[in-house]
Structure formats: C-alpha cells, structure tokens
C-alpha cells in the first residue's frame, strides 16, 4: 500500500515536472522566435524586408563597406551617447548608492522617493516634461539633451543595485580602514569602491543597454538633424527595414552576449581569488594559534 | 555606533554634500521640477503660433472630457488592463518554474529571459510584424491548415499591438515576480502542507500573500508603461490605432498643443501615483522590486 502511493507520488511528480518544462520552453519560444526571425531577415535576398525571398550573406559585406553612411553614423551616435550616460550615471550611482546608504540627512526620504519616480513614471510623461522644461529656457535639442534624458532613467537603477551591494561588512571595512589611519579619500577609493565593484560593474551594463535601447527620450529630445539607432529603425519601419538593419543589430546582440560572459567570468575569477585569499588568511591564522599555543 | 562618532559626522558634512549631492541635485534638477512645471503647463492656455500663453485656464481637461478623447483613454487602459492581466498569469508558472529549480540553474535560465532584451526591441516588433505578414508565414501556415480561405489582416490591428504589448512586457513581470518566489522558504510550505492543507489551499493561503511584492511590482512594471507607449502601438499598429502615448507624442510634434499634452501626462502620473498608493497599503516601497 504504502509502495503504491509513493509510485504514484513519484510518477505524478515526473509529470508535473514534464509539464513544466513545457510550459517554460513556450514561453521561451515567445521570446526567442522574434529575435531568430531578426537574425534569419539580415539573410534575405531582398532590397526591403517583407517577405523571404532567399539567402545571401551579401548584407553583412554592404555593412562592412561602410557605405551606409546614415545607418553607421546612427549606430556612433546611439554609443557615444550610451558611453558618456554610463559613466555618469555610475558615477553618480556609486557616490549616490554610498551616500544615501551612509548618511542620514534633511529631504533624504524626499530624494529616496524621487529615485522610483523615473523608474514606475511612462517614460514619455518624463521626457515631455524635460523637453517644455528644455524649450521654455532655450536650451538647444541634441547629444547633451539625450544624454541628460538617458542618465535621468539610468541613475535611480544605478543607485538601487549599488545600494543592494553595501552591506553591513562595508561599514566595518571603511571603520578599520580609517582606524588604521586611511584619510575618507583613501578609504572611498580604496575600500568601498573594489568592495562594491560586482554592483558597479552590473550598473554599468544596465545603464549602458537601457540607453542604447532607448527610443522614447532620444526621440523627443533629439535635434532633427541627427538620431540615434532606435528612433532611425522606427522612423524607417514604415516604408520597410532593409536587411542591413538586421545585420547590424545581430551584430550588436552578438556583442552584448559576449560582453555579458566576458563580465560573469570576470566576477567568478574575482570570487574565486578572494575565496583562495580568506582560505590562505584562515591558513595564516591557524598557524599562528598553533604557535602561541 | 556610539555617540561621539555621530556627532562627528553631524559636523562635517562635506562627505554627505560630496556623495549625496549629486543624486539629489539631479534628481530635483530634472525630476521634481520638470513634473512640476508639465502640471503647471497643463493648466495654461494654448498659445496661438504652439507654445503656451500663460493665462490659467482648464481647457484641456475639459477637451480630455471629449468623447474622442475619452474613448481613447479608456481604450488605452483597457488594453493595458489586459496585457497586465495576461502577463501574470503567463508569467506567474514561469516565474514560479524557474524559482523551484536549484539557484545554479535558475541564474541559467534567468540570463536565458535576459539574452532577447539585449536584442533591439523595435527590430522584435519588427519581426512579429514579418511573421504576421498578408503572406507571411502566419499566414500560410494558416491557408496550408485550411484554418482559414483567404489571408487574415494582421497588421496594424488591435491583436498584434496586444502581441506585441505582452511579449515586450512579460519579461518585466517575470522578474520582480521571479524574485518574490525565491525569496520564498520551502519551510512555510511544508508547514502548510503538514498542517494538511491542499495544495491548492497553500497556493492561495500561503505563496500567493507571500508573494504578493512581486506580483504588484509586476503589476506596476507592467500596466503604467504599456499605457504610457507609443513606440509598440506605432510600429504594430500603424498609427492607424490612437493610445495616450501616442496623443501625447502628436502634441509636442506635429499638433503642438502643449497643455492638452501635459495634461494627458498629469491623468498618466495621476494613474501611477493611484497605483503606488494602493501598493504602499499593502507593502513596503522599499520592498518593490524594480530589477
């Protein structure tokens, strides 16, 4: 009796195991059919996308003659932007993060507040309110506007996952650095900043791909003259993406995987280093105690 | 700590102003006032040549009174109320699926959710829009069934904007979600079942409450940007279908009526803001789970 239930147990269990692997490879196949449609386009035989019309690597040797002026000089502007929005947000992230972890100050609440409103407010009720703010006191539309508008959503994201980094040991380590005669500078550089670098590093990635994603803010407060990437793709999807956009963007999400591997492998290399280092340290310990003993 | 330490820091303030500073000036400088000033526009008068007279008036919302207005609105909120609801009941096993599995494979299967939003999003759209062609795939898969006589109009609909709405943000839902389930101990589980209560009981009982941080961050990830877009209804629907976003849009470029825009802009703060409320009734913000 008792064997019976438990085959039955165990084989209802082997089912809902089936089932949920199921279920998870559908909706995985919901996120992935569009992006091998994006990759499979950048082969077609065809001067604009709309139907297959055969293979051809041809797209990929037009792109590398760099004779699509409009399309590399979007993709230049669409990464300057991005690069100059991640340092300063991480810039700002970090100090940020450290700053309102640390101290306690009047408006903080105020502040801590005003970080979520970029993140649940529709991105296109701020970049309005920037773009009259822009207009009514005459600044010019442009680079500077988008950067603005970019790092404006990438802070808060910024400051949330450093705050998630600094724990309790942080306070310790920056009190025995100081204690062991660190001026505040010393300790920011050389203590919180290394103790803190996973979070960092995972900023910036996050800042880096919400702006070179970003169509909403660059397209409001872009001049007319120049547009990054994603506003050129939505601005030519009417009349047709050619397969050379394809390209491009396979390219670009090959670089990104690359990239995000390369940052993971970097982080286990570091735990595994420090992991060796608290092991040797404990080693050193042991070895004095066995001596004053 | 003690009480000389504190007092310490209470003097020097430089290292708070040198770190806090400038979050908080930036935050003020292009958060807090630009939303206050779209509020104050949205009460001022449409300036003949665009632009804004400043003479206090409610105009605008009494034009977003306007059927035509208001049917929009009240489309863009039924469309967003359903691609909420369809994403947490899609994504809620999902989330629950990958939070089950042991913290290496599920970090695997994360970073698997993850690799297609580093892909273009309007390139995805894109693709949908291929595979919904009059004589895509879709399509001929359709004709070859015999599901249907003649091709089906995909394109620039109410259901492919809808598609594409929920595959753009069910990964969003996923993940505060995600994180609210795994963050939930097996322990509470096996009590509830020990204490013999059904499966079914536990899930509404126990995991469902347990999880509720996630599931409203999901609900806010999700319901106030899919209202707020027009990047997904433009590509998807052609411009042929009006949202808010794209209402919105149209008044600071072609249109330029500003105050109507920002007074659209204050009815999506007013609909975010009613959501945190009711959030913070129930949870912690601090607790909401914005990654």
């Known amino acids: ?293 | 700590m003690n009480g000389a330490s504190t007092a310490k820091k209470r003097h020097n303030r430089l290292p708070a102003i040198a770190q806090a500073g400038p979050v908080s000036l930036w935050m003020i400088l292009f958060v807090t006032i630009p939303m206050l000033f779209i509020i104050f526009i949205s009460f001022m008068t449409r300036g003949s040549f665009g632009g804004v007279e400043y003479t206090p008036t409610l105009t605008s919302y009494e034009t977003l009174a306007d059927v035509i207005y208001l049917n929009v609105i009240l489309k863009s909120l039924r469309v967003a109320l359903v691609t909420t609801v369809v994403c947490l009941l899609l994504g809620y096993p999902f989330a629950y699926y990958i939070a089950r599995k042991p913290a290496d494979v599920a970090s695997r299967l994360i970073m698997l959710l993850m690799i297609p939003l580093w892909t273009n999003s309007l390139m995805r759209l894109n693709a949908w829009m291929l595979l919904f062609q009059t004589n895509g795939p879709v399509n001929k898969a359709l004709l070859g069934l015999g599901f249907v006589e003649k091709p089906v109009t995909f394109l620039y609909t109410d259901g492919l904007v809808l598609l594409g709405l929920i595959t753009n943000f069910l990964p969003f839902a996923v993940l505060p979600m995600y994180s609210s389930i795994e963050k939930l101990q097996t322990a509470m589980l096996e009590a509830s079942a020990d204490l013999g209560a059904k499966p079914s009981v536990t899930f509404f009982r126990v995991t469902l409450p347990l999880t509720f941080p996630g599931i409203f961050s999901a609900i806010i990830l999700t319901f106030i940007p899919a209202l707020g877009t027009y990047t997904i209804t433009d590509m998807l629907g052609g411009g042929k279908v009006l949202y808010i976003g794209n209402i919105i849009k149209n008044q600071f470029g072609t249109i330029r009526n500003w105050p109507l825009g920002a007074a659209l802009s204050v009815l999506l703060l007013l609909v975010t803001a009613l959501l945190i409320f009711v959030y913070s009734r129930f949870a912690k913000i601090e607790d909401m789970e914005v990654l």
Request: aromatic share 10%; net charge positive; with cysteine.
């Open chain 1, 1 to 293: 009796m008792m064997k019976q239930i438990s085959n039955r147990k165990l084989r209802r269990q082997k089912r809902n195991r089936f089932f949920g692997a199921l279920y998870a490879s559908i909706i995985y196949a919901l996120f992935y059919i569009p992006v091998l449609v994006m990759i499979q386009f950048s082969f077609n035989d065809a001067k604009r996308n709309y139907s297959w019309e055969g293979f051809t690597t041809m797209w990929y040797g037009k792109l590398f003659s760099f004779r699509n002026h409009d399309l590399w000089e979007a993709l230049a502007y669409s990464l300057i932007i991005a690069v100059i929005a991640t340092i300063i947000s991480v810039a700002i992230g970090v100090l940020g993060g450290v700053g309102l972890k640390k101290f306690e100050f009047r408006g903080k609440r105020f502040i801590n507040l005003m970080l979520y409103v970029p993140i649940v407010v529709p991105e296109i009720v701020l970049a309005v309110s920037m773009l009259i703010i822009f207009m009514t006191i005459g600044i010019k539309l442009g680079m500077g506007t988008i950067v603005i508008g970019h790092c404006t959503f990438c802070i808060p994201y910024a400051v949330v996952t450093i705050k998630g980094r600094i724990s309790g040991d942080n306070e310790t380590l920056q009190e025995a650095s100081m204690d062991l005669g660190a001026n505040r500078l010393q300790t920011f550089w050389r203590v919180t900043i290394p103790s803190i670098m996973p979070g960092i590093l995972s900023a910036a990635f996050l800042s880096f791909t919400l702006s070179i994603d970003d169509v909403i803010m660059s397209n409001m407060l872009a001049s007319a003259r120049q547009s990054t990437l994603p506003v050129l793709i939505l601005s030519v999807n009417r009349t047709g993406v050619t397969p050379d956009i394809n390209a491009l963007t396979t390219i670009m999400v090959l670089v990104m995987v690359a990239g995000m591997l390369l940052l993971s492998a970097v982080q286990r290399a570091r735990a595994k280093k420090e992991a060796r280092e608290i092991a040797e340290m404990e080693k050193r310990i042991s070895t004095m105690h066995s001596m004053v003993e």
